[in-house]
Every structure is written in C-alpha cells, then in structure tokens.
C-alpha cells in the first residue's frame, strides 16, 4: 500500500488559489506502482478523506487550485492510488491560507475629477 503524501502548500499570490507540490514523494519507495494522486479540500480540518471533497485526480506531483475565496483558509491532503486501489484514508492534511501577495498595476493616467 502506497504511504503517505507529504506535500506543501502555498497561498500567496493574487488571493484565489493555493499553489501545492508534493514532489519530493517517493514513488519507488511506496511499491513503485503508483497509479494516480487524488487531491482532498475542505474549510475545516479533517483526518479520514471521507470528510473531504475530492477535487481532482492526476499523475503528476504538483496543482493549482484556483477559484478560490480570498483571505479562506483551506485544508489539503494528497493520496496516492496504486495499480490496484490500495490507498491510505487516513490523512494529515496542511493548511493554506489565500493571501494576496501582487502588487497593483500602476497608475500611469490618473483621472482628476
């Protein structure tokens, strides 16, 4: 059974979505038959996936959750499927928090009124 997904998250930017990585899991060392990732979301924190909403699947170690509300904390966890469904529902998830980060444009033709 694969085991678990250490990943982080990043909330900063422009206030609507939380960078995650989690590429330093080790694939071989967890069976070597990693079928899938499944990423989990929720606004309060959670240990078992079924008190999550899965939010999508992929192969690939990294996403951007986008479409989010600023200033939310958000809690994630990743979990890796095996060729044959094995996969922990237990989970630690981390926290991440939209925060933005991006400076304004600038002002190059202000209207006085």
Same mark, same amino acid.
């Given at each position: 059974?694969? *085991?678990?997904?250490?990943?982080?998250?990043? *909330?900063? *930017?422009?206030?609507?979505?939380?960078?995650?990585?989690?590429?330093?899991?080790?694939?071989?060392?967890? !069976?070597?038959?990693?079928?899938?990732?499944?990423?989990?979301?929720?606004?309060?924190?959670?240990?078992?996936?079924?008190?999550?909403?899965?939010?999508?699947?992929?192969?690939?170690?990294?996403?951007?959750?986008? !479409?989010?509300?600023? !200033?939310?904390?958000?809690?994630?966890?990743?979990?890796?499927?095996?060729?044959? !469904?094995?996969?922990?529902?237990?989970?630690?998830?981390?926290?991440?928090?939209?925060?933005?980060?991006?400076?304004?444009?600038?002002?190059?033709?202000?209207?006085? *009124?």
């Amino acid at each position: 059974m694969p *085991g678990a997904v250490a990943l982080t998250a990043n *909330g900063a *930017g422009d206030c609507n979505e939380v960078a995650l990585d989690w590429s330093s899991y080790d694939e071989a060392a967890n !069976g070597g038959d990693i079928r899938e990732y499944r990423i989990y979301r929720s606004v309060s924190p959670f240990n078992n996936i079924a008190n999550a909403t899965q939010i999508t699947m992929q192969s690939g170690k990294s996403y951007r959750d986008t !479409g989010l509300a600023c !200033g939310q904390t958000y809690y994630y966890a990743v979990v890796a499927y095996d060729v044959n !469904g094995l996969h922990l529902e237990e989970v630690s998830p981390i926290s991440a928090t939209t925060t933005d980060t991006v400076a304004p444009a600038e002002i190059t033709k202000p209207v006085v *009124g």
